[in-house]
C-alpha cells in the first residue's frame, strides 16, 4: 500500500514537471549526441507548426537544415566539455530557428529574435548524453533595443550635422579640426584644411531667390561628398562658406584636390524650377579655394591653422575668384607669421 502510494506521488510530480515543460512560454529542446529530439514542447509545437510526435526520434538538422550545424555543435561541445550552461543573446546570433514573429504589428518585424541557453543533462551512471535547449522569444526587447539605437543615431545625426546640406555642422567640425590638429602633434603625418565658398552667392539669392541659393547649396554638398574620401571631413562652416580636413594629405595632393573640386562645381549645372519667373531657371556657381598645410612649430594651436585657410581663400577671392590658392611657400617661421605682416602666398592662377 506505502508503495502505491509513493508510485502514485512519483507519478504526480512526473505530471506536474510535464505540464510545466509544456505549457512554459519558452522553447524546451532536448536532444541527444546524435542530435536525435527527444523532447518538443507546445512552445515549439506552435511556433514551428511540427508537433512533438512527429520530431521526435528525428535528427533536428533532418527536420530544419537550415541550422547552422557547425556553429550549434560548437555550442553544445562548449556546454557539453565544460559541463556549464551556455547562453547566448539574440545580439550574437539572432535566432536558432527560423520562426515569424507571432507578433509582427508591434515587434515590427517579421522574424522572431531569440536568446537560447544549452545545458548539459547528465545520466543516472553522471555520463553527460543529452543537453537541453531553452529558445526565449526576445523579439519585443531586441526591437525597442533596435529602435531606440536607432532614434539615439538619429537624435547623434542631427546634433552634428547641418540640416540643409547634410555636411557636418561648424560645431562638429571644429571639434574634428581639433582632434585633427592633435593627431598631427603626435604623428606628424600631413593634413591639411580647405576652406572654400561660393563665389557671387548672394547675387544668385538675389536674382534667383533663397530658394533657388537653398538647392545651390545643397548640389555643393552632394558634389563634396563625392570627391572626397570617407577619411576626411567636410563641413558648413557658415553662410555659403565651406571646409574640408584632408587627412594624410600633403600640399602636392591637396591642391590636386582643391583643384578637382574647383574644376566638378564649375561644371555643375543647377536647374530650378520658378513658376514666378516662367518655370525651369538655369543656374551655374564657381568656388574660390584656400588651402593651407599643417606645420608646426609655427602653428601653435588649430585656431591658426584655421585662420592662414582663411587668408588664403581671402586672396583666392580678392585675386579673380574661381582659383586656388595655397597658403606660404614654405613652413618658416617668417612666412606663416602673419600676426606681423601679411602672409606670403603661392599664387597659383587657373
Given at each position: ?47 514551428s ?12 538538422f ?54 537560447f541557453?544549452?545545458?548539459p543533462?547528465?545520466?543516472l ?6 543537453v ?25 545625426k ?59 547649396l ?17 563641413g ?39 513658376p ?17 598645410t ?15 585657410a ?7 577671392k580678392?585675386h ?25 602666398i603661392k599664387?597659383?592662377?587657373?
Amino acid at each position: 500500500m506505502t508503495d502505491t502510494s509513493a508510485d502514485i506521488s512519483e507519478l504526480r510530480e512526473i505530471h506536474r514537471f510535464l505540464s510545466i515543460i509544456q505549457d512554459i512560454n519558452v522553447g524546451v529542446i532536448v536532444v541527444d549526441t546524435n542530435y536525435i529530439v527527444r523532447v518538443w514542447n507546445s512552445f515549439m509545437e506552435v511556433n514551428s507548426g511540427i508537433l512533438g510526435i512527429k520530431i521526435n526520434g528525428k535528427c533536428l538538422f533532418d527536420v530544419f537544415p537550415e541550422i547552422r550545424k557547425s556553429w550549434l555543435y560548437d555550442k553544445i561541445t562548449e556546454a557539453t566539455t565544460l559541463n556549464t550552461p551556455v547562453f547566448n543573446s539574440w545580439r550574437q546570433h539572432k535566432e536558432i530557428f527560423h520562426f515569424p514573429n507571432n507578433r509582427p504589428f508591434t515587434g515590427r518585424t517579421m522574424e522572431m529574435r531569440q536568446n537560447f541557453t544549452i545545458i548539459p543533462l547528465s545520466n543516472l551512471d553522471g555520463k553527460i548524453d543529452e543537453v537541453l535547449i531553452m529558445i526565449y522569444d526576445v523579439t519585443d526587447e531586441a526591437c525597442a533595443e533596435i529602435n531606440l539605437e536607432k532614434a539615439n543615431s538619429q537624435l547623434l545625426k542631427s546634433s552634428i550635422t547641418d540640416g540643409l546640406t547634410g555636411l557636418y555642422n561648424r560645431k562638429h567640425w571644429e571639434n574634428c579640426l581639433s582632434e585633427a590638429y592633435d593627431l598631427f602633434r603626435r604623428n606628424k603625418e600631413p593634413v591639411t584644411l580647405l576652406m572654400f565658398d561660393i563665389d557671387h552667392f548672394k547675387s544668385i539669392n538675389d536674382t534667383y531667390g533663397h530658394q533657388a541659393g537653398d538647392t545651390v547649396l545643397k548640389r555643393l554638398s552632394q558634389v563634396v561628398k563625392k570627391q572626397i574620401r570617407n577619411t576626411d571631413v567636410a563641413g558648413r562652416y557658415g553662410g555659403e562658406e565651406f571646409t574640408i580636413i584632408l587627412r594624410d594629405a600633403n600640399r602636392e595632393s591637396s591642391f590636386y584636390v582643391a583643384e578637382r573640386l574647383r574644376h566638378a562645381i564649375e561644371s555643375q549645372v543647377v536647374e530650378y524650377n520658378n513658376p514666378k519667373a516662367g518655370g525651369i531657371q538655369v543656374i551655374r556657381f564657381t568656388i574660390s579655394i584656400g588651402v593651407c598645410t599643417l606645420s608646426i612649430p609655427a602653428m601653435p594651436n588649430y585656431g591658426d591653422w584655421l585662420k592662414k585657410a582663411d587668408n588664403a581663400l581671402y586672396f583666392s577671392k580678392e585675386h579673380g575668384r574661381n582659383r586656388t590658392t595655397e597658403y606660404g611657400l614654405n613652413d618658416t617661421e617668417e612666412t606663416m607669421n602673419i600676426e606681423i605682416q601679411r602672409p606670403v602666398i603661392k599664387k597659383r592662377d587657373n
